[in-house]
């Protein structure tokens, strides 16, 4: 018997864009379609302060076509047919990307006197939007959040044939990399000072007395507090800190510490942090006010304060830690839960009822990206500097902690401080490398004569880009940490250069090193294999300092 065909039911109150195709095989919408009976789309309760958004300004405008297939789009969004994005995700592509895009598609009508339909949605349309967000006062990062929020939407009636979309060559529809180098343009947020941080937990504990002696569900101002006390000490993210369940404290397998576990969306996953537990000499004395709080009693604290709300509360909020009586003009009384904003104006308001100043004399900035990056620089303090202990502690990789949470301590900028002298001396008195004549790769036996050396008096090798296939080049066992770091920072140009470029001027440096070097070393016993993948692991996560993309943007200067 063959097998049995299985046809798949298909919502049709699922969004549709209604159109044909006319003789020359283009797509055009259906005019009896257009407009769209409601212009507006209303959106779940979210992260955002975004509730609806309306569509009906950029109708009778010139690019009724392009509006109602990006109204469509976002409807199948909302309806969840293009994948589990979030609704705060398709409300920020609304109103931070079609915003931008469909007024300069006005412009544009306007501009050629005549309809925009679905055939200009190409190449040339989006290179003459990049071309008018380059023009306004925006940062690049601003431009490339606007382009990437339109682009998702136009990218998606692409894949569905709403219009030819071009995925590859020189006449693809969007352009391969027009914001390249934009991660070195991003300046992330810095984490607290020492002084900053004492004081503004000195400001919490104050703060959130009422909670732990009260007997009165808290406001959203005190809960604000609570939530920026779990952060300080947990350094978790925003979202799922104010999606945090009334199960989110589970049992550890130590008697002193409890599991706070906690929703990723992202990645679809939990992320749990240990924290310490109350012990029973806190029991005993918790009523004095000496005695130093801990987070698991602050959490248990506000789940009962707040329990006796979790029934009128919206299925949506059902089961949230974070539940207080709104005292807002339309919705007072109503149980509600905290969101950025509530938290944001919160942060604000401890700052000005506490006078914290940073070191500039300015309010000082408190947000939950600040306080994730304060409790990431703390603990690998407390850890003398262990990277795996730290990225464990924040749910990263130790790459991704090192390169955006890590900021160099005050002996760190002035041991830096002391290098660059020093270099700045050896590099005009010629003696780099005098005793042992060493170089940031190994050693060379002729650093003025060499074989890529200058070869004039006084002047010093810096060719260090030829140094594995020099003569006068030789790797020892305590050089294999140098060595290694050049490596991957070589690799690393992949990523910045052109391929052709790279194929030219880097490609063979790589594999001198492992097929030639490593691989002689290895085969004579001058190099043992496990001091060989221990320097190479090092290198990868913390690469000599010379080799650092942070000390040298670009190995330009070394060819």
Known sequence: ???????????????????????????????????????????????????????????????????????????????????TLSVATVAGYCNSGL???LDFCMLRATALERELTLNDLNRSLVESYLSHLSGQ???????????????????????????????????????RNPFPNINRKVKGESALSKRERQEFAAALRQAIKPILTNDTPPTGELLSYALLVVALHTGRNATPLLEMGRNCLRPHPKDDA???????????NTNKVAIRAE????????AMPSVRFNVERLIRRVMVLTEPLDTEAPDDLKGR????????????????????????????????????????????????????????????????GDLATTAAALGNTPRVTDQNYLAPSENSRRNWRFMGELLVEELL??????????????????????????????????????????????????????????????????????????????????????????????????????????????????PHPFWSVDLIGSLEVFS
């Open 258 to 268: 409890v599991f706070l576990v906690l929703w990723k969306r992202r990645g679809y």
């Open 1 to 83: 018997m063959g097998k049995r065909k299985v046809f798949i039911r298909t919502d049709i109150s699922v969004p549709q864009v209604e159109h044909d195709i006319n003789a020359e095989g283009n797509v055009i919408i259906l005019p009896e379609a257009i407009p769209s009976g409601n212009t507006v789309i209303s959106f779940e309760r979210n992260s955002s302060s975004r509730r609806t958004f309306d569509f009906a300004r950029w109708y009778g405008s010139g690019i009724d076509a392009i509006t109602y297939a990006c109204q469509r789009q976002i409807e199948r969004f909302v309806a969840g047919q293009e994948g």
């Open 99 to 101: 915003v931008q895009f």
């Open 137 to 175: 006062e925006l940062t690049t990062t601003a431009q490339k959040n606007y382009y990437a929020h339109a682009k998702a939407v136009l990218h998606a009636l692409g894949r569905r044939g709403i219009f030819s979309l071009v995925v590859s060559g020189s006449d693809a529809t969007f352009p």
């Open 279 to 286: 012990s029973k000499t806190e029991r005993v004395v918790e």
């Open 429 to 542: 008195t010629a003696t780099i490398g005098a005793t042992y004549k060493e170089n940031p790769l190994g050693r060379c036996a002729d650093p003025a004569y060499g074989e890529f050396a200058p070869k004039r008096e006084g002047a010093t090798c810096m060719n260090f880009m030829n140094c594995v296939r020099c003569k006068h080049y030789a790797v020892t066992a305590e050089d294999l940490y140098k060595l290694f770091s050049f490596y991957f920072r070589v690799l690393s140009e992949r990523s910045r250069i052109g391929k052709r470029r790279w194929a030219r001027e880097f490609s063979h440096i790589h594999r001198l090193i492992d097929d030639y070097i490593i691989a002689e070393g290895l085969r004579r016993g001058t190099f043992k294999h496990a001091a060989v993948e221990a320097a190479k692991k090092r290198a990868r996560i913390r």
């Open 321 to 384: 830690v974070w539940l207080y009586r709104s005292r807002a003009s339309n919705t007072v009384g109503q149980v509600t839960s905290l969101t950025k904003g509530t938290l944001n104006n919160g942060a604000a308001r401890i700052v000005a009822d506490y006078g914290l100043k940073d070191s500039d004399g300015n309010p000082t900035r408190i947000n939950i990206a600040r306080l994730r990056k304060t409790f990431a620089n703390r603990i690998f303090e407390i850890t003398d």
